[in-house]
């Protein structure tokens, strides 16, 4: 057997007294011989020639000598000897194989296994320097603690990964006979020597008492070798981008489980810059070059041999659009340092070198960093009221905050944006927070920030109106009653999206200047469900509202995937800032995408959107000329799993989505007040093409476009003879949707501030029932 491949065997001999060749039986045991070979070839760690041919004369054989001359050659590559006794007590001993592994890489070991009980469980194995490199859940009250129990190595010694290879051609249970092996994988961080503990069970109690089911190995690991990276963008200029990296048999490279930030233990790719380096044992491997959506994925297989002197790895982007250069900045008002995936120890959540690599990787220009309610008292350190010092233009980076896990976000959660101040007055921690959204909107609004709802749809699923989950708390995964947009029917208002927006949005508060600003400037769209999301807005618009729409991911949360799998393109004029960005939002002068379409510079009758207000005026019914240029990618062939899936499940918004059955295009819809009235159908094929479309405008309205769960441009707003927009559908369900919103959240809010909701609960439905009146 080649030097790279370690077998653990699992012999199930208390005594390890070798099994009589008589006392096993030929066919059985050498035709699992026989997937040992095929399982090893897989795995790109064979037996040496001589040692195939000595294993497939003994299986031709089919006898108890044949079985004497297989078990000869898998007993040299046996790790671990385990038995398994007539009472199903595991017990391990070391086997006789050289306890080799490699830096940054895997090994395979067969595991030797007499089964006196006949089990046929799974046979697990564990080891304590195996346990993760990091923490989750509640940080510590040090955020650079050790696991509590003394017995635990340290997170520093904890160098191994490992686990049992089940996948064919090997069973993925023990199969029962007297004698067997089974395949164990094992993996080292570390160069040097190395020692670790390793036990074997088959299942609750298994484990043979004392010392028995624990053996320890001293590993001799070998050092990888250094992998140089040339990485650059389109342009030939040096970048950061994504790197998945596999070998043959599918594990990623590195380690998953024993990474630490920049590289976060929950993906399996890695973002790596030009002249940075990798550590990869000898072997074949898979890699996946990208630099996120709007670069074009290259796949390549490469080798890592002594005989590559050079040891260069080369890549340059390859793109199918830059809406950059075309003056679009791509941006994502929502990702965390801490929370949810990420880890608690080492440290409380990862920092900003940390994320501003990520987005960098994912070409993403601008990332607003929330600190939210877990390692918030840590987190918040980070803030300082303009772009962060790791920012390298035209890569931004801010800290800024979401209510979440304190304050209003039981009525919903608030991204707020472009903070002077981060603390709400009266305290400097969380506890001291407002419980009515309006409330934390006055003082965020006050300082001139950016205001909207996190994941808007939560709470605000289509239910029918006899479904009992109205009136139970909101979860994930029930079936809509429809997916129709826009449609009427009242949702729960039981979650943590926009819900208390549908009061929010009739109230102006002191801007910083003293005079009167919206309380909301826009809903965050692309995370959940585009009916849920887009329902909402579509009515408060109708209702004569102005609220506009950013796209965000609440990585790692909602989606952990990678930052910037929601985005909201933003047209400037200038130099690009994080507060130019967001003002950008602001006037609605951006649109909102999965990164896989584009609709950009969308005009009506030459009034460009978010330029004078998006206001177009018209003395009189008549036709307006709406253009866009609008591009998107699709794979030739259909993703059926995602065209076909329900709304409610992830992705949320995939282009895949739109597409037109077994065709390469998807359509592109012209809106009047939400309802599709025209489209074009657009070849997915990275082009970038000049629409137009010429729609009768009979009445006051608001002009949008839309790629359905791909894309959003904002409204342009109509008026025809200065009339306003009002429809009186919209508004009835507005009005209703206040009533419902206030049964759900009424017992949320502080007895002290009670008096302050139901006061701004009256507003709004004065303001809906005026403009009912209208």
């Not at 004497?68 to 006794?85: E, S, Y």
């Not at 001993?93 to 890489?105: C, F, I, Q, S, W």
């Not at 074997?200 to 484990?207: A, H, L, P, V």
């Not at 200047?513 to 809903?523: K, S």
Request: glycine content about 8%; hydrophobic content about 35%.
């Amino acid at each position: 057997m080649s030097a790279r491949i370690l077998l653990l065997a699992v012999l199930g001999s208390g005594c390890l007294r070798p099994l009589d060749a008589a006392e096993v039986e030929p066919q059985p045991f050498l035709a699992a011989a026989q997937r040992l070979i095929e399982a090893t070839n897989f795995l790109g760690t064979p037996f040496t020639q001589e040692e195939v041919a000595t294993l497939k004369a003994a299986v031709a054989r089919n006898d108890a000598e044949g079985v004497a001359k297989a078990r000869a050659v898998l007993d040299d590559h046996a790790l671990f000897h385990v038995t398994i006794t007539p009472e199903q007590q595991v017990k391990v001993e070391r086997g006789t194989a050289p306890a080799v592994l490699d830096e940054a890489g895997w090994r395979q070991y067969l595991v030797r296994v007499e089964n006196e009980a006949g089990v046929t469980a799974r046979l697990a194995v564990a080891s304590p320097q195996a346990r993760e490199a990091y923490v989750k859940g509640s940080p510590p009250v040090a955020p650079h603690a050790q696991p509590k129990d003394p017995g635990e190595p340290a997170l520093s010694a904890r160098w191994l990964d490992l686990q049992m290879f089940e996948s064919p051609p090997m069973p993925p249970t023990l199969s029962g006979l007297s004698l067997e092996y089974r395949v164990v994988q094992l993996y080292s961080r570390d160069a040097g020597k190395r020692d670790a503990t390793f036990s074997f069970d088959t299942g609750q109690g298994t484990q043979d008492l004392g010392f028995r089911n624990e053996t320890s190995v001293l590993f001799d690991c070998r050092p990888a070798r250094q992998v140089r990276l040339a990485i650059t963008d389109e342009t030939g200029k040096p970048c950061i981008a994504e790197l998945l990296i596999k070998d043959l048999a599918g594990r990623v490279y590195p380690s998953q489980i024993k990474r630490q930030a920049p590289d976060f233990f929950f993906h399996p790719q890695i973002y790596r810059g030009d002249g940075e380096t990798l550590k990869l044992p000898d072997g074949t491997y898979d890699v996946v070059f990208r630099r996120g959506p709007e670069s074009l994925p290259e796949t390549r297989r490469v080798r890592v041999s002594g005989e590559d002197k050079d040891g260069l790895w080369s890549f340059q982007v390859r793109r199918w659009i830059d809406p950059s250069r075309l003056g679009w900045w791509s941006g994502d008002h929502h990702i965390h340092a801490a929370g949810c995936a990420h880890y608690s120890v080492p440290s409380q959540g990862v920092h900003a070198p940390d994320m501003a690599r990520h987005c960098q990787g994912e070409d993403l220009k601008v990332g607003a960093n929330l600190t939210w309610g877990p390692c918030f008292d840590y987190q918040k350190q980070f803030f300082t009221g303009t772009e962060d010092k790791e920012s390298r233009f035209p890569f931004l980076l801010r800290y800024d905050v979401e209510v979440s896990g304190f304050g209003s976000h039981r009525s919903g959660h608030l991204c707020l944006l472009k903070l002077k101040e981060q603390m709400y007055p009266g305290g400097d921690s969380t506890a001291h927070w407002p419980t009515l959204c309006l409330n934390t909107l006055k003082w965020a609004k006050k300082q001139g920030a950016l205001c909207g709802p996190a994941h808007s749809g939560w709470g605000l699923q289509p239910l029918a109106e006899n479904d009992p989950a109205r009136s139970q708390p909101y979860k994930l995964g029930l079936p809509s009653a429809t997916d129709e947009l826009p449609n009427h029917i009242v949702p729960a208002f039981n979650g943590i999206g926009a819900c208390e927006y549908i009061v929010d949005v009739t109230h102006e508060v002191e801007g910083p200047d003293g005079r009167p600003v919206p309380a909301v400037d826009f809903l965050s769209m692309v995370d959940t469900p585009h009916t849920w999301e887009l329902n909402i807005w579509y009515h408060t618009l109708n209702a004569g509202f102005r609220t506009r729409i950013s796209g965000e991911t609440d990585f790692p949360c909602i989606y952990g995937e990678r930052v910037g799998l929601g985005r909201a393109y933003v047209k400037l004029d200038g130099r690009l800032s994080y507060d130019a960005w967001c003002e950008g939002i602001r006037a609605g002068r951006a649109y909102v995408s999965d990164g896989k379409s584009h609709l950009m510079d969308f005009t009506a009758d030459g009034l460009e959107v978010g330029t004078h207000g998006s206001e177009l005026r018209l003395a009189k019914p008549s036709t307006v000329k709406v253009g866009v240029k609008a591009a998107a990618l699709l794979d030739v062939q259909p993703h059926p799993e995602i065209q076909n899936a329900p709304a409610g499940q992830k992705p949320f918004w995939d282009l895949e989505r739109a597409r037109i059955g077994g065709s390469r295009e998807v359509p592109v819809e012209l809106l009047i007040n939400g309802y599709a009235v025209q489209k074009r159908n657009l070849v997915a094929d990275g082009t970038l093409r000049d629409l137009v479309f010429d729609v009768p405008v009979e009445r006051s309205c608001w002009l949008a476009l839309r790629i359905r769960a791909s894309s959003h441009t904002n409204p342009v707003f109509v008026l025809v003879n200065d009339r306003p927009i009002r429809d009186k559908r919209s508004l009835e369900w507005c009005l209703q949707g206040v009533d419902q919103c206030w049964s759900q959240k009424q017992a949320l809010i502080d007895p002290r501030e009670q008096q302050d909701a139901i006061a701004a609960y009256e507003h709004a439905r004065e303001v809906y029932r005026r403009r009912l009146a209208e």
